[in-house]
């Protein structure tokens, strides 16, 4: 466990001080996070979708057990932001920070590590399953948001705000890669491997540049400003939703609800997937939305300390 998620501080760290060295702005840790969001994450997406077999698909009480985790976990997010003041859509990054997980670069290898080979799979479609709708909600209560508010201003009326809302979603580059995935997989259109290789290549920067960028913003963060009982109320909740109640609520439903049974490599996967810490990736959505950066970058290195605990025991009690 210890040399699967070493690398993990280690890429923030060597962000953080490369930060100090150079005296990296938020600009620039913006910019990064562009990268991310409109290159290396798009591509990483589409080539997972485009490469999931639609036969393999069909995992119905995973699915169900995984998705109501990850919904009761954004309203539970989101109520606890709006119980601190804050509301839509600024309420949607600590929703987000609640549900969205390392499910890519922490948790598929830990599920191939403690599963094998064969967990490959059920681990590629939770990730999905975690990535997709937790990035296409966000994307859409800030679009819809933004636009209904700019039709409030200009007197258009609110069908044109969510047809403008959609048409932003449906654009976005994030949006598009899952879109054309799902198209090349189930139309089953071999990829030319010129075009896997390039969406390889550039995928697998997504996470080591998120975290990376990560360790930016924390060697920007004001350490001291969080020492608030205001601000530490915003975080603590949502690391005990995202550690310790999604994966709960992943349990319950996929044992008592969907009848999974606990030595199924799918439901060791579901609740591994869920119990899997705050994403970096959320500090992506922070930092383009300018919305809780600071107490993000503190909550996920938090969640990362606290999973250090709870994993090894869920893997101790269910992948043994």
Not at 2 to 18: R, S
Request: glycine share 10%; proline share 5%.
């Amino acid at each position: 466990m210890l040399e699967i998620v070493a690398p993990i501080f280690a890429v923030i760290l060597a962000g953080y001080l490369f930060a100090l060295w150079r005296g990296v702005d938020k600009a620039g840790t913006r910019l990064l996070n562009e990268y991310v969001l409109y290159g290396a994450l798009p591509a990483l997406l589409f080539i997972a979708v485009a490469r999931a077999d639609p036969a393999e698909l069909q995992q119905w009480s995973f699915m169900g057990a995984t998705l109501a985790g990850i919904a009761v976990a954004f309203v539970l997010g989101a109520l606890a932001a709006r119980a601190g003041g804050t509301r839509m859509p600024n309420a949607a990054i600590p929703a987000m920070a609640a549900s969205y997980g390392t499910t890519g670069y922490m948790g598929v290898p830990i599920l191939i590590t403690a599963l094998g080979v064969g967990a490959a799979v059920p681990a590629a479609i939770a990730t999905i399953l975690h990535n997709v709708p937790v990035i296409m909600t966000v994307i859409l209560i800030n679009d819809l948001l933004a636009r209904r508010d700019g039709a409030k201003s200009t007197g258009t009326g609110t069908g044109a705000a969510v047809a403008g809302a959609l048409k932003a979603t449906l654009t976005n580059p994030l949006t598009v890669a899952v879109v054309a995935g799902v198209l090349v997989s189930v139309a089953g259109v071999p990829i030319p491997r010129s075009v896997s290789l390039f969406a390889d290549f550039l995928g697998a920067a997504a996470g080591p540049t998120a975290l990376f960028a990560l360790g930016l913003g924390l060697a920007q963060l004001d350490a001291s400003a969080l020492l608030d009982a205001k601000r530490i109320g915003r975080i603590l909740p949502l690391i005990g939703i995202k550690v310790v109640i999604q994966p709960l609520v992943t349990f319950v439903v996929a044992i008592y609800g969907l009848g999974m049974d606990t030595s199924d490599p799918w439901f060791v996967a579901a609740l591994i997937m869920a119990a899997q810490p705050i994403g970096a990736g959320v500090f992506v959505f922070a930092s383009k939305y300018q919305h809780l950066e600071d107490e993000t970058s503190v909550a996920i290195i938090a969640s990362l300390f606290v999973a250090l605990v709870t994993l090894p025991l869920l893997l101790a009690l269910y992948a043994t």
